[in-house]
């Protein structure tokens, strides 16, 4: 396998290396990406053709910038959507059209994040074979990048000195949603009514890390905040940002309205805040609260927020080491198998044959065509994935990027090892090829949706690799080999 290693920035002295002690500069800005036209949905099979708004979708952007003695240093740009991913392409698209806006910053330090709401535009114009005469997907991209690009110049050009705190909660939102039977195959929503079922696959993360940025007078200005759940309360024909609406509406009552909450999803391939276990007390306790599973799960995260802040703020900091690095290395591609060659090529053959598609049918012979395609690559070369990995240390903190749908046993992996105070993962972000899912062997074995090689562009063969190139990149912007 051939592993290329690219490092974006300025590394001549082990200082550079571990990261400057220097000011930082912060500015923040959210924009209104809600279409103003009915858009198709994307993250399922069908592509629904949306019916009106049930909670406005966002993007949130947060600019740091390190100084030292006034002269700058280095930089970042975050941005996460309410998107259901970033496509392929999109961020590097994005990157060339607002590079004009921002004279003088490296637009490789800017990446893009998605929440995986279902319940928002798709990007892709060939996701699906039909918008009628919804908006198109490449309509809604000019439109977004539009958006975002007001949001970024304007965080960056009103970026100012501010300090940083930070510290980890809890809060109960996911549950598992791998269904385990008796045989030992899984299946992602199956029926735990069944007399063969076993258990949820997998362990389950209730972690809430906060990352706080304070103005001169020492209020939140943005935080960000990982939770290892997918926005995926709600299905439906409403555009929907989800869980991170109410969490948004928590957060600004208590701190005030200008504050930027950037909703990142931390790995949760295999988890979704919904309820999978005890659905009638779940049901009926929303009921006696008056309120939305969303809405409730919001609060749970709000509240959580709320106790950190309390206690981080005992320790506020002005001065921080800071670095951004972005990597890009290949991992092996999982590879097709004879078998799922043949089950895949059966499959898209009868869907050939139809004389017409309907319902799903357009989207699962993308897919299918798409392992056929793979198949008879492999059979040239090994596979490889491109990962572009993103990995910014804050003083004791760290957060590192990745484009997966990544099942949290690998990002319990990552914060077990790794060298920082706080270890802060970013799914679903800066995507050079469609990331998928990354599961665990077990998974595989099991079988079922997200598990699937038409679900997983790379195996967990390349998923112990990822984890020690995370874990590298990791050490090195601690000064660390």
């Not at 009106?52 to 949130?60: C, F, H, L, P």
């Not at 939770?227 to 928590?250: F, K, L, M, N, S």
């Not at 869907?351 to 492999?378: C, H, I, P, S």
Request: net charge neutral; proline share 4%; with cysteine.
């Amino acid at each position: 396998m051939s592993i290329k290693h690219i490092a974006v920035g300025v590394f001549l002295s082990g200082l550079a290396v571990a990261g400057w002690t220097a000011e930082l500069w912060i500015g923040a800005a959210e924009a209104d990406i809600t279409p103003d036209r009915p858009v198709a949905l994307d993250g399922n099979t069908t592509g629904p053709i949306s019916q009106g708004v049930k909670s406005r979708i966002k993007a949130e952007v947060l600019a740091l910038e390190a100084r030292e003695q006034g002269k700058p240093m280095d930089a970042a740009i975050l941005i996460v959507c309410d998107l259901v991913r970033i496509r392929p392409g999109v961020q590097v698209a994005f990157r060339n059209h607002v590079a004009t806006h921002l004279p003088g910053f490296d637009t490789r330090k800017l990446f893009l994040a998605a929440t995986h709401t279902h319940c928002a535009p798709v990007t892709d114009q060939e996701e699906y074979d039909d918008y009628g005469d919804a908006m198109q997907p490449k309509e809604y991209v000019s439109f977004l990048f539009e958006r975002l690009t007001e949001a970024v110049v304007k965080a960056w050009q009103e970026r100012q000195p501010g300090t940083f705190a930070w510290g980890l909660g809890h809060a109960v939102v996911a549950q598992g949603r791998r269904v385990v039977y008796e045989d030992g195959s899984a299946v992602m929503y199956g029926d735990t009514r069944r007399a063969d079922f076993s258990h949820l696959e997998g362990w389950i993360d209730h972690a809430v890390d906060a990352l706080f940025f304070l103005d001169t007078d020492k209020k939140m200005k943005a935080v960000v905040l990982a939770v290892p759940a997918t926005a995926q309360c709600e299905d439906g024909r409403q555009i929907a940002a989800d869980y991170w609406h109410w969490v948004r509406e928590g957060v600004r009552h208590q701190h005030g309205q200008g504050v930027v909450v950037l909703g990142f999803i931390a790995p949760s391939g295999n988890q979704i805040p919904r309820a999978m276990l005890r659905r009638t007390a779940e049901d009926r306790m929303l009921k006696l609260k008056g309120v939305s599973r969303p809405q409730d799960l919001g609060g749970r995260i709000a509240r959580a927020v709320d106790e950190v802040w309390r206690f981080a703020t005992k320790d506020v900091r002005s001065d921080i080491a800071f670095l951004h690095r972005v990597e890009s290395f290949d991992l092996p591609g999982r590879k097709v198998t004879e078998n799922e060659y043949r089950a895949a090529k059966k499959r898209h053959d009868e869907l050939v044959a139809k004389k017409k598609l309907v319902g799903g049918d357009y989207w699962e012979k993308r897919r299918f065509a798409k392992t056929l395609a793979r198949y008879e690559a492999q059979q040239r070369a090994d596979p490889v994935f491109t990962v572009e990995m993103h990995v910014i240390r804050l003083g004791d903190v760290v957060i590192a990027t990745h484009p997966f749908e990544l099942y949290p046993e690998y990002g319990a992996r990552i914060q077990s090892r790794s060298i920082a105070g706080q270890t802060v993962l970013v799914s679903f972000s800066s995507p050079l090829e469609c990331g998928g899912y990354l599961a665990t062997r077990d998974a595989e074995k099991a079988g079922g949706y997200s598990a699937l090689v038409e679900s997983c562009p790379v195996g967990h063969e390349g998923g112990k690799i990822f984890v020690e190139r995370t874990l590298a990149a990791i050490r090195n912007v601690f000064g660390k080999k």
